[in-house]
């Protein structure tokens, strides 16, 4: 069964770091591309952060300098550091991928990150 699991998330005060993992099948992750979602509550859940199978990186404008993407192609795992962390990072976040040559998408359970001020 195809899937994939965050690890990482926790509880820090404004301008700390947390680092999120996110562990892959190896036909999602040998995909063109994973990325990271969040949902914080009340709202809709919105994009932060993609990287290709080469490893370019885009990013969210609210992320932009603070967060940074990365990829283990030996562990097919991507993480999310996220530095300067600020209470409205606060949120579920999600890794999500699609199945090589297909449309499938696969979302992870969701990591729970709470920034504190």
């Known amino acids: 069964q195809l899937q994939v699991v965050e690890s990482g998330g926790g509880l820090v005060q404004a301008g700390g770091s947390l680092r999120l993992s996110c562990a892959a099948s190896g036909s999602i992750f040998s995909s063109n591309a994973m990325d990271w979602y969040r949902q914080a509550p009340g709202k809709q859940r919105e994009w932060v952060a993609t990287?290709?199978?080469?490893?370019?990186?885009t990013y969210a404008d609210s992320v932009k300098g603070r967060f940074t993407i990365s990829r283990d192609n030996a562990k097919n795992t991507i993480y999310l550091q996220m530095n300067s962390l600020r209470p409205e990072d606060t949120a579920v976040y999600y890794c999500h991928g699609r199945e090589l040559g297909t449309w499938n998408e696969y979302w992870g359970q969701g990591a729970q990150v709470t920034v504190s001020s």
């Open positions: 990287i290709t199978k080469r490893s370019a990186a």
